[in-house]
């Protein structure tokens, strides 16, 4: 395989040519991090050593873009460990309501090994998540990090046991083994801020990585649309998204609805309503953790389509 440290990356996150890019970022020590994110790790030197040994071992035959998404998954998962370390297990959650950080930090830690099951064991309908392989953490505070951890781990061991293009199943219908790893990495990303807000600590994410999980989202929705959800907006509106980190067409979001569902595509233009502010904090308001004017995002034009949108899209 192609090992992540050391080469240059057409990122996957930011869609254009970094020189090296987040996973250099990744692959810093606490000390080179600080005033970049809130969240330094005091032990991220020796974590970060050892995902790469890792990720340098995985048997893996495909592309690199498999990799990036590797990378972010274990790291971001390593974040969202590390908040749970500081949090109490009753404290609630409030984006997720009527959760504790417990049943949060279940929630994501079992979602990453009930995935690696049904990639292993190649399953063809819904898996009852009850039923799911080691899917409760141990009662010690380490030893339930590190079945986090494995989980994320087991993800991958499965992906690359069963080819990254083998046909599993998903809740949108059959989609490639590779495409858990995407959607387990947004999923930790996610759950990272919800874990945050509960604590009351900062929260940011890449610009790359949020607008990554700006498209993941909208990608979601529109399959999402094909199989009969309602549409998240009536047929006359067009809802344009704008993160404002320069990151070029990979920031902006054309999204629109006609009578056969929602879709998208990156490309600037002007919509019925408007929505401008940084990628992470797009991320956020579209997945209504934070309001827009708490994270100073702008809605431009008629506020009812943004209104409608959050209405009708789930958490």
Known sequence: MSGVPGRAVVHVFAGQATDEGYLQYLREPPSAQVGRTE??????GKRSHRQRRYLEDIDHEGDDLFMDYVAALFEQNELFGELIRKAGPSTPVPTC?????QQ???HVGRGHRWAAQIVRDRVTDYLDPRVVRDGKPPSDLDGAIEWLHGGARALVEAIADVGEDTPVWTFLGPRPAAWWVRRRLHEATVHRADAALALGVPYDLAAPLAADGITEWLDRLAAAQRNGDPAPLDTDAVLHLHATDGLGPAGEWMIRADKDGMSWEHEHGEGTTAVRGRAADLLLALL?????????????????VWTNWLNRTPL
């Open 288 to 304: 209504r953790r934070r309001s827009a004017a708490d994270v100073s995002v702008q809605i431009l034009g008629a506020q009812e």
């Open 97 to 101: 309501p009527g959760w504790t950080i």
């Open 39 to 44: 969240q330094v790790l005091e032990s991220g």
């Open 104 to 106: 949060l930090f279940r």
